[in-house]
């Protein structure tokens, strides 16, 4: 077996910390390092790694001096932080000549995401964004068999989202929109957008959003109707306002079948020439299945299922949404963004 990779965390959060407690027991990764601002979550790491019996990582209040003194024993960062700091932290990432695992969304802005492409393709680093959806094995499947035509063309795509994000997160840095780079639609919701970006196979062509904040500094609801570029139309409906619990469906019809899969490719179902298939259920496996990927395309044993370049897509549509809810729902052109 290969030697382990070596892996520095910047954002030892909750998320981090959820990830950690299953991949702590990977023997493919060892945490080497770990930057936050918080002295306790960087603790909740380091009690996460010794619990398994592996090394506590060495702790830093920074990330460019973690990545100015450890780079050398480094092969990799996951980056784990609000959504705000991602292009910055991506980018020294990547200018430190280190593989990138960047939580979504990617970025904030189109400008953000081209940035980021930009860099990467003087490195050639590996980047890979760490979306459920673009790394399950049933949303990858569904993108292959739908590249091969088992499913005709694409009519349209109808997803919706739903969460009690509201309360759940109420006075957190996901509600305040200098850290969060917006709402419910741009946190949970974007595994919802994403996922869509990656199986319509086309670039969107207008969109037209409405949003209510329901009296808070972000958006809580959100309502989408676009057209892509092939011609297909898409509607997202985001709630996030509600009773506790966390869901979505997202149904695509075809010519010749109708998949139904969640944002986060935990499930599946094809109906094929109108006969029913059974629901796929991607298993308790699914937690470990983002960074394994990511390591699968580290050795080039996989194309990267969860691109910068798809990023860019997501960005475009989120810039566009916001614009478009600005003015009340006025249709805008995604090539008008950037």
Known sequence: MSEPVRLAVIGAGLKAAEYARSWVHMPEVDFVAAADVSVGSRKRLSDICTAAGRAAPLEFDDFPTMLAQCKDGLDAVYVSTPHAFHAEQALAVIEAGLDLFLEKPMVTTVAEAKALIEARSKTNNTVVIAFNGALSPLVRDTHKRAVAGEFGELVSV???????????????????????????????????????????????????????????????????????QNGALVTFNAAGEGPPGCASHMTLFYTKAIVRIDAWGAWREIEIDGKPGIREVAGAAHQENPLKSFLSVRRGEEENPSTVENGLRFARLWDAIKASAARDGESVRISDIG
């Open 158 to 228: 109808s997803a919706t989202i739903w969460e009690g994000w509201s309360s759940k997160y109420d006075g957190q840095w996901k509600q305040k929109p200098e850290l969060s780079g917006g709402g419910f639609m741009f946190d949970t919701g974007a595994h919802m957008m994403n996922t869509a970006c990656l199986l319509v196979r086309s670039e969107f062509d207008r969109v037209s959003a409405y949003m209510n904040n329901h009296g808070k500094p972000i958006d809580i609801t959100c309502a989408v109707a676009a057209r892509l």
